[in-house]
């Protein structure tokens, strides 16, 4: 029995070890896009591929010529439309029509449509209000169609016979063209969501959105799939099988996401690639009125997953951006008062494995990257904090609203040197002793530590941690999960898949944890999305078996853990954690 012990913990420890690095690398920076992603992305040539600005007076565009490495900016022509619609941080949309090979352009908010004559560096005409085109447009611009809403990026659809171009204002309706964008009508539907409640978790109301920022693929069978931003905890989803005419009613799609931007689109394998923030705010404070925009606390990821089924399945859910300022202490007014975070994203194929990236909000968070979708396939991960947690969330909030809908950050957790170890480092959680992270008026209290680690989503897998409890811990809660929540959120366990208490003298099944120990704490977990089981051992010794708390129709794909105590003090030193899936 004792050999067959040893014989356990030497596999947990060996295999995953030796599993230092991805087969293919992580997503790659290659730039910083000239306005907010989400539109402006379009590639002009096999080798040419364009991203443009906002801008009213000059416009201009980032651009690379050789399919995505380097980028230069770089001034539009005189005959480029300005804006006239919109903001200025924010690009217009491009499609180009498979039919003609020129290109249509909208503004995101109350713009003209503008349709290209030799391509985005000739000509433009203006689409007018009695569907003819008008080049003279600058003259004059009384006669000119400005379609309503808020825009994303138009859709050629039914080998090009048909644009779907989706707006929102409450809800969300798609104008549709069936002339290359001369003509608009509107669907006969429009797509709704309900508005967010109290209730549960939450104390107060979120900013409502109602079914905003759709994106529309067209699936293989003609069935067109729209997934929309919401006030929810889930993406929305509609269908049309009538080419847009009208829409299923809006229900919860399998995608985690809450006011934050989705993006939808196909690959030239056939397969589909979904680009979105797979993360959670905080609860709601009684503070919160639902009648404007709250502060920010889920925008600091961009996720990508790929399905090869149309969309039945998925793989990956791995974080293609996690930003590099979430945890400044002036991250709510560095750069001036406006949106920032990674959500938000465009896609644009390079060749046959790898994507360009435009995501983000904030020309000091937005980036663009290069992206292997056979990354998104990998099922092993590991990370030890040698050179920091650069690959965790572990910020948490200073909760009075600054700059433009945000918190100002300070850090959950912090790396330090192994108590016992030499040239060893360790991640320390513990519950913070900080007034600033309370602010009695709204009854918001992070002063929890915590940190959260990503991994590629598996129905079934194991995960394995080394880890410590320093005398006198008060414990921490230990949850996989299907999304990211914030490091300092001790909801997070409430709607965790498997939650476990550590904690010394508070054994997992019939393991006593003993205070400044190191030990082993392994996880196999099967069947996430429903009536699975997760099996926990510690050093090699059996400790129970944990049951969903929901199901996870993704699986599994975030390791968080936050400190459990209620008052300042100790709790987990992490070494290393390993995870494979399958």
Request: charged share 25%; with cysteine.
């Amino acid at each position: 029995m004792m050999r067959a012990r040893h014989l356990l913990v030497a596999l947990v420890l060996a295999p995953l070890a030796a599993l230092r690095a991805d087969a293919y690398p992580p997503p790659r920076v290659v730039g910083t896009p000239p306005a907010d992603a989400g539109r402006g992305l379009v590639r002009v040539s096999a080798t040419e591929i364009r991203h443009y600005d906002g801008d009213r007076a000059r416009p201009g565009y980032l651009v690379s010529r050789d399919n995505g490495e380097t980028w230069s900016y770089e001034k539009a022509g005189p005959d480029y439309p300005p804006n006239y619609g919109g903001m200025s941080k924010e690009s217009p949309a491009f499609a180009r029509n498979p039919a003609t090979g020129e290109y249509l352009r909208v503004q995101p908010i109350k713009d003209h449509v503008f349709l290209s004559r030799g391509g985005l560096d000739g000509r433009w005409a203006a689409v007018t209000k009695d569907g003819r085109t008008r080049e003279t447009w600058r003259e004059q611009r009384d006669d000119l169609l400005t379609l309503p809403g808020i825009m994303r990026t138009p859709l050629f659809i039914d080998g090009g016979r048909r644009i779907v171009l989706p707006t929102h204002g409450n809800g969300t309706t798609m104008w549709l063209s069936d002339d290359g964008g001369l003509n608009w009508r509107k669907s006969k539907t429009v797509i709704l969501s309900p508005p967010h409640t109290v209730g549960g978790i939450h104390r107060g109301l979120r900013w409502q959105n109602i079914a905003v920022e759709a994106t529309v693929a067209e699936l293989k069978d003609g069935t067109l799939w729209a997934l929309l931003r919401t006030s929810q905890d889930y993406h929305y989803e509609s269908f049309s099988k009538d080419r847009g005419e009208t829409w299923s009613e809006g229900k919860p799609s399998r995608f985690a996401g809450t006011l934050t931007m989705p993006t939808l689109g196909r690959l030239p394998d056939g397969r589909l690639l979904f680009l979105w923030t797979n993360q959670s705010p905080l609860p709601e404070l009684p503070t919160a009125t639902g009648k404007g925009e709250d502060a920010f606390t889920n925008r600091d990821t961009l996720h990508a997953a790929i399905s090869d089924d149309e969309g039945l399945t998925w793989s990956g859910f791995r974080e293609v951006g996690l930003d590099e300022h979430r945890a400044r202490a002036d991250y709510a007014t560095w750069g001036g008062p406006q949106d920032r975070g990674n959500h938000q994203a465009e896609f644009v194929p390079l060749d046959e494995h790898r994507v360009l990236i435009a995501y983000g909000q904030h020309v000091n968070h937005r980036r663009l990257a290069i992206m292997d979708t056979r990354w998104l396939l990998e099922k092993k991960r590991t990370g030890d904090f040698s050179n920091g947690a650069g690959d965790w969330t572990h910020h948490t909030f200073l909760p009075v609203p600054r700059g433009h809908c945000a918190y100002n950050r300070k850090p959950a957790a912090k790396v330090v040197p192994h108590p016992s170890r030499p040239g060893v480092n360790v991640l320390d959680i513990a519950f913070l002793d900080d007034p600033e992270l309370v602010n009695e008026h709204s009854g918001a209290d992070y002063r929890s530590g915590g940190a959260a680690w990503n991994f590629p989503a598996g129905q079934a897998g194991r995960i394995a941690l080394r880890f410590r409890l320093p005398a006198g811990s008060a414990g921490v809660h230990l949850s996989l999960m299907d999304r990211l929540f914030s490091a300092c959120d001790r909801t997070a366990s409430d709607v965790s898949v498997y939650t476990l208490r550590l904690a010394p003298g508070d054994p997992p099944g019939s393991v006593a944890l003993k205070p400044d120990t190191d030990c082993m704490l392994l996880l196999e977990w099967s069947g996430a999305e429903s009536g699975g089981a997760c099996r926990v051992s510690v050093d090699g010794r059996p400790a129970g078996t944990l049951h969903p708390r929901h199901p996870a129709p993704n699986g599994v794909s975030y390791l968080h853990i936050v400190a459990a105590g209620s008052k300042p003090g100790p709790g987990i030193q992490l070494e290393t954690v390993d995870a494979e899936v399958r």
